[in-house]
């Protein structure tokens, strides 16, 4: 009988998770952002089921898109963080993707690129500016400059957009700093414009380019079931945007119960001796550890759904193996099944507990969990 962890992919609640976002994105465009192996769901797959439902996709860099390509992905494909160096100007160009350009270096690339005939200057671009996250992007007072400069290439399809780095809090000053500066490059802009990550789908109130059908939101997180920080979005004094809205988890991992044993009280659980018996406990081990993507900062008292009831995590986790006390679950027995983030619980929860988020938790699962698709079915 093999180890009984695995993850499972509900495609169904995928493409729920993606007619909601397009019924809030009104006239906007939807790019879905399936980088980082969708967030840990599988790319292609994940793309596969999307396709029909969204206008274009966004990946991290050019390897990505080369997986979508060769797994028949025909809609538009967003490489975030542009070419790297020549060859890989080139290849997103062979790919026909759209390139982020975000540095006078990345110009430089694409004007070699087309002087040496490499590729034609007719692509679609998008240039980054940098509105107060500063990783990447230009400054809103050179995006004339530059778009003079591409114009000079002769790309006649040249389109902004910028990231927000506090989108959760609206109000927040650095959020109203990155609008301020936004405005400043977008207001005079006559192209494309995209700003909107999942969080600014929900906080941000609508633009005019919205209403132009000339806005892209990026929906990314909110594609898979993760939440927004609701304590954010409830503190907001703009009260006619959302503040709160139900998504379905798409992954779900999952075990079963493989030893249980009933300890008194004063003995210690796993590495350290973190946790102490209060009382006579019924300790339940379940095969799945840090080895899996588990988080080993996971705290006391994480909880972990047995039998539909919630159970408090004990001791620290293993490579292999968590400790939870069951004495309050009478039901719990071996081969008990077990959720340790799903539908039941959800996967932010588990980050808060373990000091992180939902997004490194989705994203870093080991290679060594499998994989189960639940596909769409039809009534």
Request: charged share 20%.
């Amino acid at each position: 009988m093999p180890r009984p962890t695995f993850v499972t992919i509900d495609l169904a609640a995928l493409t729920e998770n993606a007619r909601l976002i397009r019924s809030l994105a009104g006239s906007s465009q939807v790019m879905a952002a399936v980088k980082a192996n969708a967030y840990g769901h599988g790319m292609t797959l994940c793309a596969k089921t999307l396709e029909p439902m969204v206008d274009a996709f966004a990946v991290a860099f050019c390897e990505e898109a080369t997986q979508l390509r060769v797994a028949g992905i025909r809609k538009p494909i967003l490489i975030l963080e542009g070419p790297f160096d020549l060859q890989d100007m080139i290849e997103i160009a062979n790919l026909d993707c759209w390139p982020v350009v975000h540095s006078v270096e990345q110009i430089t690339l694409l004007e070699t690129a087309i002087s040496q005939r490499k590729c034609e200057p007719t692509q679609i671009i998008w240039l980054k500016v940098d509105t107060g996250m500063h990783r990447l992007g230009i400054s809103p007072e050179e995006v004339s400059s530059a778009t003079d400069k591409l114009q000079q290439l002769g790309i006649t399809d040249i389109r902004l957009l910028s990231h927000l780095a506090h989108a959760e809090a609206p109000d927040a000053s650095l959020t109203q700093r990155q609008l301020q500066r936004w405005t400043i490059a977008a207001d005079n802009f006559g192209g494309q414009v995209s700003l909107k990550n999942s969080a600014g789908l929900i906080t941000i109130a609508d633009t005019p380019r919205q209403l132009q059908n000339a806005e892209w939101i990026r929906p990314g997180y909110m594609l898979y079931g993760g939440a927004i920080d609701a304590r954010y979005i409830e503190s907001s004094t703009n009260n006619d945007r959302v503040t709160h809205i139900d998504t379905h988890a798409v992954m779900e991992l999952c075990s079963r119960i493989m030893a249980i044993r009933t300890i008194s009280e004063g003995e210690t659980v796993g590495y350290g001796g973190r946790w102490t018996a209060t009382r006579s406990s019924r300790i339940a081990t379940i095969p799945v550890g840090y080895g899996d993507g588990y988080p080993r900062t996971a705290e006391n008292g994480t909880p972990v759904i047995i039998e539909g009831v919630r159970c408090p995590l004990v001791g620290r986790v293993s490579m292999d193996m968590i400790t939870v006390d069951v004495t309050a679950c009478t039901q719990a027995t071996i081969g008990s099944p077990v959720q340790l983030w799903g539908p039941q619980l959800s996967v932010d929860e588990i980050a808060r507990h373990a000091n992180t988020i939902g997004y490194e938790l989705l994203t870093r699962l080991s290679e060594r969990v499998p994989r189960v698709v639940r596909p769409i079915t039809t009534p």
